[in-house]
């Protein structure tokens, strides 16, 4: 294991003891095709380990271009990182990056930052969401009090992928991907007061994810892996 790596477990374990509720949901603008990437993907990979976090990877397209095209990129995923830079009043998008809670803007390989920013969104999940499976459905009920119109989010991952890149600046490296994003999509809205239940028809491991708008504060998430 490389000393970055062997860092990272260390910075990681070390923030999870002294971690509030959850989990907070970071969002990591990565590709395939950008060489300061895979720092910030191995470091995601060690979020996947903690019960408090909600890791995830949104593969964009703006680097297919160098040579070797992302087989993750999606351009929603590009469209989404433009609209947090909107609303941050950022005039550039640049990966790795992380979103932490949806407000909280970080570069994605600089772990001590990214875990100071995951410390301070423990406070900001106000919403109870809690996620059940059987025979095909998942159950999502949430609870919160007086809160904004929140819309509910779901999103459907990979666990873990590992990719062999041939050409472009990673060309013959082999990169281990985890919580790749496959789908992200629009639920519907809530008025973020009493109670929320609803059933979804999704296989696979999933994220219901309840945030004011869909590039503003996240106040609640739970996944099934």
């Given at each position: 294991?490389?000393r970055?790596?062997?860092?990272?477990?260390?910075?990681?374990?070390?923030?999870?003891?002294?971690?509030?509720?959850?989990?907070?949901?970071?969002?990591?603008?990565?590709?395939?095709?950008c060489?300061?990437?895979p720092p910030?993907?191995?470091?995601?990979g060690?979020?996947?380990?903690r019960?408090d976090?909600?890791?995830?990877?949104l593969?964009?397209?703006y680097?297919?271009?160098?040579?070797?095209?992302d087989?993750?990129?999606?351009?929603?995923?590009?469209?989404r990182?433009?609209?947090?830079?909107?609303?941050?009043?950022?005039?550039?998008?640049?990966?790795?990056?992380?979103?932490?809670?949806?407000?909280?803007?970080?570069?994605?390989?600089?772990?001590a930052?990214?875990?100071?920013?995951?410390?301070?969104a423990?406070?900001?999940?106000?919403?109870?969401?809690?996620?059940?499976?059987a025979?095909?459905?998942?159950?999502?009920?949430a609870?919160?009090?007086a809160?904004?119109?929140?819309?509910?989010?779901v999103?459907?991952?990979d666990?873990?992928q590992?990719?062999?890149?041939?050409?472009?600046?990673?060309?013959?490296?082999?990169?281990?991907?985890?919580?790749?994003?496959?789908?992200?999509?629009?639920f519907?809205?809530?008025d973020?007061?009493?109670?929320?239940?609803?059933?979804?028809?999704?296989?696979?491991?999933?994220?219901?994810?309840?945030?004011?708008?869909?590039?503003?504060?996240?106040?609640?998430a739970a996944?099934?892996?």
């Open positions: 294991m490389n970055f790596a062997t860092s990272i477990i260390a910075l990681v374990m070390g923030a999870q003891m002294a971690a509030a509720d959850g989990p907070v949901v970071v969002e990591l603008f990565t590709s395939q095709g060489s300061s990437c910030a993907d191995v470091f995601l060690e979020l996947t380990k019960d976090v909600l890791p995830l990877a593969h964009v397209d680097w297919d271009y160098l040579g070797w095209k087989e993750f990129a999606d351009p929603a995923h590009t469209v990182q433009r609209a947090y830079a909107a609303a941050a009043h950022k005039r550039m998008i640049f990966t790795p990056q992380m979103i932490v809670g949806g407000v909280h803007h970080v570069v994605g390989n600089r772990p930052k990214a875990l100071a920013a995951i410390d301070a423990m406070a900001e999940n106000v919403v109870d969401v809690s996620l059940t499976r025979n095909g459905q998942v159950s999502v009920s609870l919160a009090e809160a904004d119109d929140l819309t509910v989010q999103v459907k991952f666990l873990e590992d990719v062999v890149i041939e050409r472009g600046e990673n060309a013959g490296k082999t990169i281990t991907y985890h919580n790749v994003v496959r789908d992200w999509s629009v519907g809205v809530w973020g007061r009493g109670e929320f239940a609803a059933e979804i028809d999704v296989t696979g491991p999933v994220a219901v994810i309840f945030q004011r708008g869909t590039d503003g504060l996240v106040v609640g996944q099934l892996r």
